[in-house]
C-alpha cells in the first residue's frame, strides 16, 4: 500500500493549502474531476512554454516532436487498457467518445425495430446519445431492469436481451452508486446475442484495472480528467474491424488522404479517421503523463485505498444515525447519502460553508433518483489522495449540521 500523504505531495493543489470559505479545502467530488500532479502539469507547461508546435501538420522538428509526443501519450493509453495502438482515438472526453460511437457507428448499422439496451442508472452521456440515434434510425431505447439492490446483474441482462438487440451500452461503473457492473459476463452474452457491447468507462479506468482484450468489450469511452489528466481530455477504444468500419463523425483537416471538388473524399485510417482538426496536443501529453502517473502507483493499491475509505465513510457516517446511505454495499469510492430531513443541495450549501466540497443533486444520471425514490442526494466521493481526515471533517459535518440548518432532525 502506498503512502496517501506522500502522494499528496505531487498535487499542488493539496501541497499548497487552498481554502474554501475561510477552511482547509477537503475535496470530495472526485468523481465529478480530479486534481493534477506536478508530472502532469509540467509535461503541459513544457510544450506550452518551449516546445509548441500542431502535431500532424509540419515537417520540421519541433512538429515532428509534438507527433511523437501524441504517438508516446497513445502508447501510454493503449498499455493502460491493453489495446492496440490504432485502437486508440483521442477525444475531448468521454461524452464526445460516446457520441463518436453514436453517429459513427450506431447512426450507420441501427435500422428499424432494432433495440438499444442501457440501464435507468446511466449518465446523460451515455443515454441521451442512444436517443437521439433511436430517433434517427427507428431504433428503440430499452432498459436492462436493475436488481432489487440497483446493480445491474447478469440474469437481469439475459431477460432484456431481445433477439433484436443489435447494440448495448452500460457503465462499468455507475457514477452515483458505484456499482461495478459484470462487463465480461455482459460481454459475452451481447455477443452471443449478434449485438455490440459499448462500455462507458467514465467511473471505472481511473480506480480499476481495466483491459479491454479480456473483457472483449467492443467499445469503451474515458474521460481522462477524472483520473488527474487535464479537463478536454479523454478516448474511445474500439477494436479495429469496427473503427474501420465506421464512420467518421467530424470531417476536417487531419483526418482525410485526399480530396476533390465533386466532394469525393477518401480518410485516413483509424485513429486518425476520427481525429479531424488540431488535436489538443497540450491536453493529450498530460493524458499521456496522468495515465503513467496513475499507473506507477497502481490501479490495484488505488482500488484498496478507495475501498478502505469507504468502509470507514461508511461506519463512520452510519454511527451518527442522522444519515441514509444508498450504496453501502457498492465496490466504488463513492458514498451517496441524504442526511434526515434535509434537502440535498442544502446540505451541500452547508458543507461549502464549512469548506467541504461534495456534489449533490442528481448527479447528471436523471432517471436513476425516481428508482431510488429520493429526489436528489449527497455524493462523497473519493480518490487515491483523499485521507480519512477528510472523510472525519465530512462526519463531523453532519453531526453540527443542525447548528446551521433548521431542517435536521
Ligand atoms: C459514468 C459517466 N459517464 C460519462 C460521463 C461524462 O464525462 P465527461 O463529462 O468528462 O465527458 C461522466 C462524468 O461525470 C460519468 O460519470
Redesign the pocket.
Known sequence: MYDVYKIRNDFPMLREPQTMQGHPLVFLDN??TTFKPDRVLDAMDVYNRKETANSHRGDYDLCNKADRAVAKARESVARFLNAGVNEIVFT?????A?NLVAYGYCLKVLKPGDEILISLA?????VLPWFRIASLTGAKVKYIPLSEGNRITVEAVKTALTPHTKFVSV?Y???VLGYIAPIKEIAALAHANGAVLCV?G??STPHLKTDVKDLDCDFL?F?G??FCAP?GT?ALYGKYDLLCAMDPFETGGGMNVKFYPDGTATYLLPPMKFEAGTLNVAGIIGLGEAVEYVSSIGLEEISAHEHMLKAYAVEKLLATGMVDIYNADSEGGIVTFNVHGVFSQDFATYLNAQGIACRSGQ???KMLNDVLCVPATVRASFYLYTTKEEIDALVEAVKHGGNFLDAYF
Not at 92 to 96: D, L
Not at 122 to 126: I, L, M
Request: aromatic share 0%.
Open positions: 468523481a465529478s475531448a472526453g468521454a461524452t464526445s460516446l446511466e449518465h446523460a452521456s451515455n457503465a461503473v455507475g457514477n462507458d467514465a467511473q469511452a474521460s480528467h477524472k479537463t479523454g448527479h447528471c444520471a
